[in-house]
């Protein structure tokens, strides 16, 4: 079974900037894999997915809420993706997660809290 670790999260005050990591067991890039993708799950809300990376086109998208201040790469050598967050604001608050497309199962994911 793949297994997915991310790492990076903490406490960070408003504006502040973050850089997530996520590591897999399995190879991210190869032919079964369409892209990678970061998401997150604030309490009481359902998980959302944030940004994606193409495997094949490494064409990145990102969701409204995050758009112009996060950034998505990829290392393929270590096989992980990073999410470079900057300008944090308190509603990105929440346990965020790395995933394929198709998913594998879920990692354990990383808290990122951001409060004065």
């Known amino acids: 079974q793949v297994q997915l670790v991310e790492s990076g999260g903490g406490l960070v005050q408003p504006g502040g900037s973050l850089r997530l990591s996520c590591a897999s067991s399995?190879?991210?890039?190869?032919?079964?894999?369409?892209?990678m993708g970061w998401y997150r799950q604030a309490p009481g809300k359902q998980r959302e997915l944030i940004a994606t990376?193409?495997?094949?086109?490494?064409?990145?998208n990102y969701a409204d809420s995050v758009k112009g201040r996060f950034i998505l790469s990829r290392d393929i050598a270590k096989n992980t993706i990073y999410l470079e967050m900057n300008n944090l604001k308190p509603e990105d608050t929440a346990v965020y997660y790395c995933?394929?497309?198709?998913?594998?199962?879920w990692g354990q994911g990383t808290q990122v809290t951001v409060s004065s």
């Open positions: 995933n394929s497309f198709p998913h594998t199962s």
């Open positions: 399995g190879s991210f890039f190869g032919s079964g894999v369409d892209a």
């Open positions: 990376i193409g495997r094949a086109n490494n064409r990145t």
